[in-house]
C-alpha cells in the first residue's frame, strides 16, 4: 500500500520516517519546506490530484499549526491549517474508500476544571484559537465520512525541531537558576512512541473497522516542573536551580489546560498498543541526544 506521510519535516514527520524504514509498505512523505515531496495539502484539488497520481491508501497527517501563543494573532492561517486542510485529507481519502490517521491535541479541552484523566468522549471546549482549530479539524473528518482515526496525544517532543525537552536542556544547562510552573499537568509524549503507534496501528491494519477518536500520550502524570528536574537530572544539569512558579507568572494569551491527563484505557484494548512510562521515554530520547552532542 502507498501512503503518504504529510508534515515530514515536523517532529512527528521525523519519527515517522525512522519507523517507516522496516516497512514493506511505500510511505511517501510530503512537505512544503526541506527535501521532500511538495504537497501543499491546503489546497484540495491538489491533494486529490496526488492521492489519485500515487494511488495513496492511507495517509497519516503530522501537519498543523502548533504555535499556540502566536494562533492568537494568525487564526485565519491557523485555522486554514488546522482545520480546512484536515478537511481536504479526509475528503480525498473518501473518494478512495482510504483511511486518514489524524494528531489532535489535549489541547482541545481546558474550557472546565477537571482532575481526572480524560477519556475520549468528554465533550472538548478548548480556551484559545490552537485548540478551537484542531476541534474545527476533528469535526472536519468526522462530517466528511471517510474512515478514520484521530489521535489526541500532548506534550510532545523528541529529537527533532524545537520543543520542551530541548529547550529545557539549553537553559538547564547555561542559567544558574530557572522557574518552571508547577500547577499545570500533563503527561510527556515522546514522538518517537507515537510514531510506533501509528506505524503499528498502519502496518496491521488495525484500523478496518475501528473508526474513532483514541488518545494516546505516555504513561504517568507530571506538572512541567517535575518534566524539567527530570531532563536536568538525566542530561547531568542539576546545576542549575530549578524552583517551582505559578503560571500566572507567566502571563499568556492563551489559557492552557491545568489538567489535561489523557486515559488510554481505548486504544490499548482495541489496538493492542503497549504505552511506556514517560521517565523510560524521556531516558531514550535523551540518550539519543547525547549521540548527536
Same mark, same amino acid.
Given at each position: 500500500?502507498?501512503?503518504l506521510v504529510?508534515?515530514a519535516?515536523g517532529?512527528?514527520g521525523?519519527?515517522?520516517?525512522?519507523?517507516?524504514r522496516?516497512?514493506?509498505?511505500?510511505?511517501?512523505?510530503?512537505?512544503?519546506?526541506?527535501?521532500?515531496?511538495r504537497?501543499?495539502?491546503?489546497?484540495?484539488?491538489?491533494?486529490?490530484?496526488?492521492?489519485?497520481?500515487?494511488?495513496?491508501?492511507?495517509?497519516?497527517?503530522?501537519?498543523?499549526?502548533?504555535?499556540?501563543?502566536?494562533?492568537?494573532?494568525?487564526?485565519?492561517?491557523?485555522?486554514?491549517?488546522?482545520?480546512?486542510?484536515?478537511?481536504?485529507l479526509?475528503?480525498?481519502?473518501?473518494?478512495?474508500?482510504?483511511?486518514?490517521?489524524h494528531?489532535?491535541t489535549?489541547?482541545?479541552?481546558g474550557?472546565?476544571?477537571?482532575?481526572?484523566?480524560?477519556?475520549?468522549?468528554?465533550?472538548?471546549?478548548?480556551t484559545?484559537?490552537?485548540?478551537?482549530?484542531k476541534?474545527h479539524?476533528e469535526?472536519a473528518?468526522?462530517?466528511?465520512?471517510?474512515?478514520?482515526?484521530?489521535?489526541r496525544?500532548?506534550?510532545?517532543?523528541?529529537?527533532?525541531?524545537?520543543?520542551?525537552?530541548?529547550?529545557?536542556?539549553?537553559?538547564?544547562?547555561?542559567k544558574?537558576?530557572?522557574?518552571?510552573?508547577?500547577?499545570?499537568?500533563?503527561?510527556?509524549?515522546?514522538?518517537?512512541?507515537?510514531?510506533?503507534?501509528?506505524?503499528?496501528? @498502519?502496518?496491521?491494519r488495525? &484500523?478496518?473497522?475501528? +473508526?474513532?477518536i483514541?488518545?494516546?500520550?505516555?504513561? =504517568? $502524570?507530571?506538572?512541567w !516542573?517535575?518534566?524539567?528536574?527530570?531532563?536536568?537530572?538525566?542530561?547531568?544539569?542539576?546545576?542549575?536551580?530549578?524552583?517551582?512558579?505559578?503560571?500566572?507568572?507567566?502571563?499568556?494569551? @492563551?489559557?492552557r489546560?491545568? &489538567?489535561s491527563?489523557? +486515559?488510554?484505557?481505548?486504544?490499548?484494548?482495541?489496538? =493492542? $498498543?503497549k504505552?511506556p !512510562?514517560?521517565t523510560?521515554?524521556?531516558n531514550?530520547?535523551?540518550?539519543?541526544?547525547?549521540l548527536?552532542?
Amino acid at each position: 500500500m502507498n501512503i503518504l506521510v504529510t508534515g515530514a519535516n515536523g517532529q512527528l514527520g521525523h519519527e515517522m520516517q525512522i519507523v517507516s524504514r522496516k516497512s514493506t509498505d511505500n510511505y511517501i512523505f510530503t512537505d512544503v519546506v526541506g527535501d521532500y515531496s511538495r504537497l501543499d495539502i491546503t489546497k484540495e484539488s491538489e491533494v486529490i490530484d496526488f492521492v489519485r497520481e500515487k494511488s495513496i491508501g492511507a495517509i497519516v497527517n503530522c501537519a498543523a499549526y502548533t504555535n499556540v501563543d502566536k494562533a492568537e494573532d494568525d487564526q485565519e492561517l491557523c485555522e486554514l491549517l488546522n482545520a480546512t486542510a484536515v478537511g481536504n485529507l479526509a475528503r480525498a481519502m473518501k473518494m478512495v474508500d482510504g483511511v486518514l490517521i489524524h494528531v489532535s491535541t489535549d489541547y482541545v479541552f481546558g474550557g472546565d476544571p477537571y482532575n481526572t484523566p480524560c477519556t475520549e468522549d468528554r465533550t472538548g471546549k478548548p480556551t484559545g484559537v490552537y485548540g478551537l482549530t484542531k476541534l474545527h479539524g476533528e469535526e472536519a473528518i468526522k462530517s466528511s465520512g471517510c474512515h478514520y482515526v484521530i489521535l489526541r496525544t500532548s506534550w510532545l517532543y523528541s529529537e527533532f525541531g524545537k520543543n520542551f525537552v530541548k529547550t529545557m536542556i539549553n537553559l538547564t544547562t547555561t542559567k544558574d537558576s530557572l522557574k518552571v510552573v508547577f500547577d499545570q499537568a500533563g503527561t510527556p509524549t515522546y514522538a518517537l512512541d507515537l510514531a510506533r503507534a501509528i506505524f503499528n496501528i @498502519v502496518e496491521e491494519r488495525k &484500523y478496518e473497522g475501528n +473508526d474513532g477518536i483514541y488518545n494516546y500520550s505516555n504513561e =504517568g $502524570v507530571c506538572s512541567w !516542573y517535575d518534566f524539567t528536574k527530570m531532563i536536568a537530572k538525566m542530561w547531568g544539569s542539576e546545576g542549575c536551580d530549578i524552583q517551582p512558579c505559578h503560571s500566572s507568572e507567566f502571563p499568556s494569551k @492563551v489559557v492552557r489546560p491545568s &489538567y489535561s491527563v489523557l +486515559d488510554k484505557t481505548k486504544i490499548k484494548e482495541t489496538f =493492542g $498498543v503497549k504505552v511506556p !512510562y514517560w521517565t523510560d521515554s524521556l531516558n531514550e530520547c535523551i540518550d539519543n541526544l547525547k549521540l548527536k552532542a
